[in-house]
T-cell receptor, first 115, second 111 residues
């Protein structure tokens, strides 16, 4: 069964509103989770590393004020897309692993459509 | 980040083996070799990973060259459900253990 659960699986929102995506590790505690974005027919692009109890680390070119990440517990990280615009429409995927030597497990992704 | 190079696409017939190559000539001693696959509209799925020795699991085998500069993912008997994009990725477990995805290899399986 799935060890990383992502919710919602899809969401449609109006331009200017904010959307929150949840990522939960079900079978293990994860001090670190990763958030990716994927546009059609492209590979996954790492957006940020979510660290439990501290600030997220963002990849170059990713706006930290637009993509708010909160990792308040060892099993939950959230990504909030603030003031969403149509160009933010994408497939957002989270991942986590039990430790550095273990494989990453991915959520099933969230399809965001901004109208 | 240590980079990997994979062919863009590969075709196979059902029930036949598939050998997916990956070059990683700049691999460091602390890099694990990971393979994931992704079906359309789904998150990636873990396939296999290894450090130096060849690895086998129920999904596939991973053959790692002695100098670790290349590796091959082997699907022993391809099925239609194996059609996916396969990603070969290096994960540094000491310094920076995030996974960065390349373009991957699109595998097509013919019935």
């Amino acid at each position: 069964g799935a060890v990383v659960s992502q919710h919602p699986s899809w969401v449609i929102c109006k331009s200017g509103t904010s959307v929150k995506i949840e990522c939960r590790s079900l079978d293990f505690q994860a001090t670190t989770m990763f958030w990716y974005r994927q546009f059609p027919k492209q590979s996954l692009m790492l957006m940020a590393t979510s660290n439990e109890g501290s600030k997220a680390t963002y990849e170059q070119g990713v706006e930290k004020d637009k993509f708010l990440i909160n990792h308040a517990s060892l099993t939950l990280s959230t990504l909030t897309v603030t003031s969403a615009h149509p160009e933010d429409s994408s497939f957002y995927i989270c991942s986590a692993s039990k430790d550095r030597d273990s494989p990453l497990h991915f959520g099933n992704g969230t399809r965001l459509t901004v109208t | 980040d240590a980079k990997t190079t994979q062919p863009n696409s590969m075709e196979s017939n059902e029930e036949e083996p598939v050998h997916l190559p990956c070059n990683h000539s700049t691999i460091s001693g602390t890099d694990y070799i990971h393979w994931y696959r992704q079906l359309p509209s789904q998150g990636p799925e873990y396939v296999i990973h290894g450090l130096t020795s060849n690895v086998n699991n129920r999904m596939a085998s991973l053959a790692i060259a002695e100098d670790r500069k290349s590796s091959t993912l082997i699907l022993h008997r391809a099925t239609l459900r194996d059609a996916a994009v396969y990603y070969c990725i290096l994960r540094d477990t000491i310094n920076d253990y995030k996974l960065s995805f390349g373009a991957g290899t699109t595998v097509t399986v013919r019935a």
